[in-house]
């Protein structure tokens, strides 16, 4: 069965600090990649999407992913977080021409201000 | 009102009772989902429905029934659940099940005493 591992439970940060969360899966065919985050009382909200083509793909807000085939990877990364940016975080897998999403347990990051 | 709605958005209820959680999307789409978040542990998919037809019911017991009289609602039935049920329930919808993003609604705090 698919696993989606993200390696950090709780990140803490500084505001103007750089930001890159780690996502690896099992799945050894062709994937959809995603990251979902989730504000304080807020619903989940699509970062960003990887389908096929260019493997550094970017979403809103100033992240961007980088798909490594070879590594099963998908990590997400911001040059410089914001206070706003604390929330979690979730990377989620789904086999090509699948209808099941796979989630990872989600990273906690906070920003300290 | 647009988007996933998800009602009610807290629900307390007993071992012995029944009751419903309704969700609706407002976005044209053709599949629905429901998941449940339980604490430290991934979004876990429990039931996907395309053009309201249940095309996945991912090993859930059958305490929970859901139900989609149409493609813009999405029920879940709930009877005799146990204390290990109580969770965050959130559903979400898709163009369609296969190559499309899901969003997600607010979720339904369920606790069963």
């Known amino acids: ?113 | 009102e647009t988007g996933v709605t998800q009602t009610p958005r807290h629900l307390v209820m007993g071992m012995t009772n029944k009751k419903s959680l309704k969700c609706e999307q407002h976005l044209g789409h053709n599949a629905m989902y429901w998941y449940k978040q339980s604490a430290k542990k991934p979004l876990e998919l429990m039931f996907v429905y395309s053009l309201e037809e249940r095309v996945e019911n991912n090993s859930v017991p059958s305490r929970f029934s859901p139900e989609c009289p149409n493609s813009s609602h999405l029920f879940l039935h709930l009877h005799t659940l146990q204390p290990e049920d109580s969770a965050l329930y959130l559903c979400a919808s898709s163009l369609s099940q296969f190559m499309y993003e899901q969003f997600f609604g607010p979720g339904t705090r369920l606790t069963v005493l």
Do not use: M
Request: aromatic letters at 16%; proline letters at 3%.
């Open chain 1, 1 to 113: 069965a698919q696993s989606v591992s993200q390696h950090n439970h709780h990140v803490i940060l500084s505001e103007a600090a750089s930001l890159e969360l780690g996502c690896n899966y099992s799945y050894g065919g062709t994937v959809n990649l995603f990251w979902y985050v989730q504000y304080p009382g807020q619903h989940l909200q699509l970062l960003l999407k990887y389908f096929s083509g260019d493997p550094l793909v970017k979403g809103i807000k100033g992240f961007e992913a980088e798909f490594i085939k070879s590594k099963f990877s998908f990590n997400l990364r911001k040059p410089s977080v914001q206070w706003s940016d604390t929330a979690e975080y979730f990377c989620a897998v789904r086999r090509e021409y699948g209808n099941k999403l796979v989630f990872g347990a989600g990273t906690i990051l906070r920003v300290k201000s």
